[in-house]
């Protein structure tokens, strides 16, 4: 539950902003990212840095037919898979990434996945939002995955004001129910692409306007934003 720093009246507009994307969302929200194993969605999610879902499962569709297991992977040829994975972008240090880090996997975890945050941030090119979704996803551990719509929506409904995704992360994790962590981000993620985008935000439209300081922001050009250990 939020923290007590939080005064009631901002427990009760977080806890209506969480029914209502719940509402909105439905609460067995599912990874946009297509896969059927863990290293499937390990290997996705690093394809998908910069780059559309969409697009990532364009790509992985053949992908993961030419390359069906951990070790075809970590025995692959780096300049055939960059070629593989060009149209994601960052082609050149996603292949090199993904070889190393299918190394490991087979050389440390005999092919597996860990469930550790420690053990798979030490996997090359995965960070902490990429290892909190596959805990979530495949391990249903409690996580929060900080990508640029939840950074971007956590700030303008007054969730934080940091702008580190680990700071983010732990803001986050200090405000909402801990059963609420791993939906939220793709409800933010789908607000982001529906409703709440970077470019024009459709306010208007918004089911979460009247809970949004940051609808207010965007229309004075105030700045705003919750400090962590502050109270409204």
Not at 73 to 79: I, Y
Not at 163 to 183: A, F, S
Request: aromatic letters at 6%; charged letters at 35%; proline letters at 4%.
């Amino acid at each position: 539950m939020p923290k007590k720093r939080l005064t009631k009246k901002e427990q009760e507009r977080i806890a209506e902003i969480l029914r209502r994307l719940d509402g909105q969302y439905g609460t067995d929200v599912m990874c946009s990212l297509e896969y059927k194993t863990p290293w499937q969605l390990l290997i996705a999610t690093i394809l998908s840095a910069q780059c559309t879902d969409e697009r990532v499962n364009l790509v992985t569709k053949d992908l993961f037919r030419k390359y069906p297991s951990v070790e075809a992977f970590a025995s692959a040829d780096l300049e055939e898979l960059e070629q593989d994975i060009r149209p994601t972008g960052f082609y050149h240090n996603k292949a090199k990434n993904i070889i190393a880090c299918c190394r490991e996997l087979r050389d440390t975890y005999h092919g597996e996945v860990p469930r550790r945050i420690e053990e798979l941030t030490a996997l090359a090119g995965v960070g902490r939002k990429t290892a909190n979704v596959i805990r979530g996803n495949v391990y249903g551990d409690a996580s929060i995955v900080v990508d640029t719509h939840v950074k971007r929506i956590s700030g303008k409904l007054d969730f934080t004001a940091e702008t580190d995704p680990e700071k983010i992360e732990k803001d986050l994790m200090e405000v909402l129910p801990k059963e609420n962590w791993i939906r939220i981000n793709m409800q933010l993620i789908t607000l982001g692409r529906e409703i709440c985008t970077a470019r024009s935000p459709k306010c208007e439209c918004c089911f979460l306007a009247d809970l949004c300081p940051g609808k207010d922001r965007k229309e004075t050009g105030k700045k705003g934003g919750r400090k962590r250990g502050s109270e409204r």
